[in-house]
Structures are given as structure tokens and as C-alpha cells.
């Protein structure tokens, strides 16, 4: 099975600025998660879909929002970007009903916000 | 808040020895996890036990898990250059709504 897939792989961006990221989970993986890392925060969860709706979210302003579309494809999006907002982000899916069990991490989005 | 928070910060060993490597939490759980990452790229599952499992075993992967103290060891033995990478527990607190929470990570070096 191929792994879970994320576009683009970089970005650079200045404050101000829209973003929007794309994963695509693992086939038959239903449920999907994202999360940034950064060196001083670490990971942390932003939030998760499953079945196109939002599970579970994380402590993060409105700025940042997402969607699961019908095919588990998953986007999210960061508007009036920050330079705080620069960081890996990373996306995950697991098995169904069990997104707290293994995630299935992609190789993630490097975004850099100048 | 981080609930994981793994111990040491950074390790580096000579290739051949044991890497022990730990992870304190604060509340209850379902299961503890620990992944891998390589240089700023996606994590990578290794292992997950069970809170009411003690001790797991995958190839050179030890994990063990004390849930009356809330902490959790991972151990590889016979370290490879190629184990350089840091090291991320996350943990699945009970309840509803609950997500996997992750550490800071462990960075380890392994020098051939």
C-alpha cells in the first residue's frame, strides 16, 4: 500500500499570506490528523477528521482550519500566516475508529514564513 | 500541554551498545507509543503497549511500561549507526475526546 502522501513538500510564504496543505491518507484509512512541530513547541495535535467531519481538535486559533473530503483526502489551511507559524506540519491517518492507535505519519510539509 | 516527557533530552552511544530511553506521564492512559524520526521527516510507528501490558518486545525494540508510576522505558539493543534519530513517546489518555499526546522528543546519536 502506498504510504500517506503530502503536497507541497515546501513552502515559503510571507506574513499575511493564505496556506493550504493536502495529505492523502493510506488507503482504507479513514481517519486523519495534523499536527505542527516546531523545536521549541514540539508536536503538537491541531486537530482530526473522520468521515469529513471534525473529531478532535487542539488549542489552536481559528486561523487554522480544515476538511476531510468523501475520498479521506484531507486539506487544512492557515490564513493571515505568522512568522510563529512557520514549522513542519505534519499529517497522519489511521485505521478506522482508532486514531489514537498507530498513526501513519507522512513525510510532512516544510513551511516557511517570512 | 505536553503530557509525555521523555528522559534524557539527548544521548549518544557507541555503536554495539543499548540505548535506554525514558518516558514519564501525567494522567491515565489507554496505550503509550513511541516513534522515530529522522532529520525534520515523518514519524515512523515502532511500537505500542497496551496499559495493562508490562513489557513488549519487536526485533531490537524493548518497551516497558510501569502504569503505577507512570513511566515507560524504551530499550534498543546492539545500537546501529542507522538508530540515530530522535525518539518521540506519545501517550492515549483515557477519556473522551482523547488524542495522542506526544514528548519533546530524545535525540540520539550513535557514532560508528
Known amino acids: 500500500k502506498a504510504g500517506v502522501t503530502q503536497t507541497p513538500r515546501y513552502l515559503i510564504k510571507t506574513r499575511g499570506q493564505q496556506v493550504t496543505l493536502s495529505c492523502s491518507p493510506i488507503s482504507g484509512h479513514r481517519s486523519v490528523s495534523w499536527y505542527q512541530q516546531t523545536p521549541g513547541q514540539g508536536l503538537q495535535f491541531l486537530f482530526e477528521?473522520?468521515?469529513?467531519?471534525?473529531?478532535n481538535k487542539g488549542n489552536f486559533p481559528g486561523r487554522f482550519s480544515g476538511r476531510q473530503f468523501s475520498n479521506s483526502r484531507s486539506e487544512m489551511n492557515v490564513s493571515t500566516l505568522e512568522l510563529g507559524d512557520s514549522a513542519l506540519y505534519l499529517c497522519?491517518?489511521?485505521?478506522?475508529?482508532?486514531?489514537?492507535?498507530?498513526?501513519?505519519f507522512g513525510p510532512g510539509t516544510r513551511l516557511t514564513v517570512l | 500541554s505536553q503530557q509525555g516527557e521523555e528522559d534524557p533530552q539527548a544521548l549518544s552511544i557507541q555503536e554495539g551498545e543499548n540505548a535506554t530511553m525514558n518516558c514519564s506521564y501525567k494522567?491515565?492512559?489507554?496505550?503509550l507509543q513511541w516513534y522515530r524520526q529522522n532529520s525534520g521527516r515523518g514519524l515512523v510507528h515502532l511500537i505500542l503497549i497496551r496499559s495493562n501490558e508490562r513489557e513488549k518486545h519487536s526485533g531490537r525494540l524493548r518497551v516497558t511500561l510501569d502504569t503505577s508510576k507512570k513511566s515507560s522505558s524504551l530499550l534498543i539493543t546492539a545500537s546501529r549507526a542507522a538508530d540515530t534519530a530522535s525518539y518521540f513517546c506519545?501517550?492515549?489518555?483515557?477519556?473522551?475526546?482523547?488524542?495522542?499526546?506526544f514528548g519533546k522528543g530524545i535525540t540520539l546519536s550513535v557514532r560508528p
Open positions: 497522519a491517518s489511521s485505521l478506522p475508529g482508532a486514531s489514537t492507535d498507530t498513526q501513519y
Open positions: 494522567t491515565s492512559i489507554n496505550n
Open positions: 477528521y473522520f468521515s469529513e467531519t471534525q473529531r
Open positions: 506519545a501517550t492515549d489518555p483515557t477519556g473522551a475526546n482523547s488524542k495522542l499526546t
